[in-house]
């Protein structure tokens, strides 16, 4: 390769890296009708399996009705399905999670009998809902997180103790059997209901539980992880960020005890809000220094996934202490931390997010259209994958293919192919005809579209053509 090869291929990464590094919407769909109901959607109400099926539940509620989760589906290039009715609930909060071979859903909530309300479970692994009360006491039980290891089950959430104080509880059926302890050691302090855990699982299944602990006004990032799976022995510590307090946080956790985690939090009185990220290394219990990822933003957390070793984040703009209803995506794809708009139209909450093994993103929202109605909708994204990620797999063994339309561009595989500008329009999207598809040059409206660079991509490889008139 020369000198000058070498030179352009460096400002086509350049432009690509910036190109999949930001939130470029490529549709939203709409999963309920804009009906007369209140609509709720937590960080945890959006997952997607291995095959690219998304899984979304969310909660409705008709006046002052009871409160009802929903789920629909939808398979890679198709359709939503209809909303389907899992469960009542007596809370506005979720969690969610997906056996990724299967697709098989698991969801976590809670429900009121008398005057105590129960944790409870939902499955559909047999065809149909199943559902299960997994607390009979008269002890309150609330805000669920949830967590997969293959098929089995595990669920933090907060509870109280004998004395009456607000601690972590956590259960899991990977014995056959539920079996169910309380974390002693977990501080929640006086107003523990606010404490948001967030349960991620190991391959192996040890268990790490994020929540805001302390007591007010000093609230942080609390850190829980138990031995193994299932074991009884848990070790605790403080997160410390560039906040001086922190109240939400996510995760996930990979072998050896890597994990990555984003916090949000305060300066106090709700202004103004920063969003961290922090890093443990595999075998190690030292944290690298936290990174501020909204940059002078006030932020707050609404939802979180990984895409490989990429972080993604929604957040929703904070004015004052106020919700602003605009929602935002913040990613270090490309090595830095990169903020742009999702939907900042002053009128979406939400923001539970999905990677797909596409590297597409996926945003599940509640829009609000009137002033008593909203729909529940999902934004899709360009993919995310910077092309620094896949120099050396993917990307150029020479230099850009160079193509002249109309043309037949020769494939490795048999999905279908879409391409993009670098500037990161949907152009066009393309089904292979054996090893070979054809694009006659134009975009979506039939518009041939000028001499230029453009990015071709296909499942996970991607690669730049030039195209040449």
């Given amino acids: 390769m020369t000198r000058y090869s070498r030179s352009f291929l460096s400002i086509i990464l350049g432009l690509c890296s910036v190109l999949f590094a930001d939130w470029v919407t490529t549709g939203t769909d709409t999963l309920t009708e804009n009906l007369l109901t209140r609509k709720f959607v937590a960080m945890q109400s959006l997952a997607v399996d291995s095959l690219g099926t998304l899984h979304a539940a969310w909660i409705e509620q008709v006046g002052t009705g009871p409160k009802t989760i929903y789920y629909a589906r939808k398979p890679q290039d198709s359709v939503w399905s209809r909303p389907e009715p899992v469960a009542e609930t007596t809370a506005n909060h979720l969690s969610l999670a997906v056996e990724p071979r299967t697709g098989k859903v698991h969801i976590a909530y809670q429900y009121q009998w008398n005057t105590v309300e129960d944790l409870c479970y939902a499955t559909n692994r047999t065809g149909h809902w199943q559902r299960y009360r997994l607390t009979q006491d008269t002890i309150l039980d609330h805000n669920p997180t949830l967590a997969l290891e293959e098929s089995l089950a595990h669920i933090a959430w907060i509870t109280l103790?004998?004395?009456?104080?607000?601690?972590?509880?956590?259960?899991?059926?990977?014995?056959?059997?539920?079996?169910?302890?309380?974390?002693?050691?977990?501080?929640?302090?006086?107003?523990?209901?606010?404490?948001?855990?967030?349960?991620?699982?190991?391959?192996?299944?040890?268990?790490?539980?994020?929540?805001?602990?302390?007591?007010?006004?000093?609230?942080?990032?609390?850190?829980?992880?138990?031995?193994?799976?299932?074991?009884?022995?848990?070790?605790?510590?403080?997160?410390?960020?560039?906040?001086?307090?922190?109240?939400?946080?996510?995760?996930?956790?990979?072998?050896?005890?890597?994990?990555?985690?984003?916090?949000?939090?305060?300066?106090?009185?709700?202004?103004?809000?920063?969003?961290?990220?922090?890093?443990?290394?595999?075998?190690?219990?030292?944290?690298?220094?936290?990174?501020?990822?909204?940059?002078?933003?006030?932020?707050?957390?609404?939802?979180?996934?990984?895409?490989?070793?990429?972080?993604?984040?929604?957040?929703?703009?904070?004015?004052?202490?106020?919700?602003?209803?605009?929602?935002?995506?913040?990613?270090?794809t490309t090595g830095y931390w990169f903020n742009s708009p999702l939907r900042a139209d002053g009128r979406t909450r939400g923001g539970a997010l999905a990677v797909g093994p596409d590297h597409c993103g996926h945003c599940l929202v509640v829009v609000r259209a009137g002033s008593d109605t909203t729909w529940i909708g999902c934004v899709h994204s360009a993919p995310f994958t910077a092309v620094t990620e896949e120099r050396e797999s993917h990307w150029f063994s020479s230099s850009a293919r160079i193509i002249r339309p109309p043309c037949r561009i020769g494939l490795t595989g048999t999905t279908p192919a879409v391409i993009y500008s670098v500037s990161g329009r949907h152009l066009a999207t393309l089904a292979p005809s054996g090893r070979e598809l054809l694009w006659d040059g134009k975009d979506l409206s039939g518009q041939p579209v000028p001499t230029g660079t453009y990015i071709l991509r296909q499942g996970g490889s991607a690669e730049a053509i030039m195209l040449v008139r």
Avoid at 214 to 235: C, E, K, L, M
Wanted: with cysteine; charged share 15%; glycine share 12%.
């Fill in 161 to 332: 103790d004998a004395g009456g104080a607000y601690r972590i509880g956590y259960i899991t059926n990977r014995t056959g059997h539920w079996q169910r302890q309380i974390l002693a050691a977990s501080q929640l302090g006086g107003f523990g209901l606010g404490a948001a855990p967030w349960l991620s699982l190991e391959p192996n299944g040890t268990a790490h539980v994020t929540y805001r602990g302390g007591d007010y006004p000093d609230y942080h990032v609390h850190h829980a992880q138990n031995r193994s799976a299932g074991d009884t022995i848990w070790f605790y510590e403080v997160l410390v960020t560039g906040n001086p307090y922190d109240y939400t946080s996510a995760s996930v956790a990979k072998d050896s005890g890597e994990l990555f985690v984003v916090v949000s939090g305060d300066e106090g009185w709700g202004m103004p809000c920063h969003i961290y990220y922090l890093h443990r290394p595999p075998n190690s219990s030292q944290w690298d220094p936290c990174q501020l990822m909204t940059a002078s933003a006030s932020a707050s957390l609404r939802g979180f996934a990984m895409d490989r070793r990429a972080i993604h984040a929604s957040w929703e703009q904070i004015n004052g202490n106020i919700a602003t209803e605009r929602l935002y995506h913040v990613t270090n």
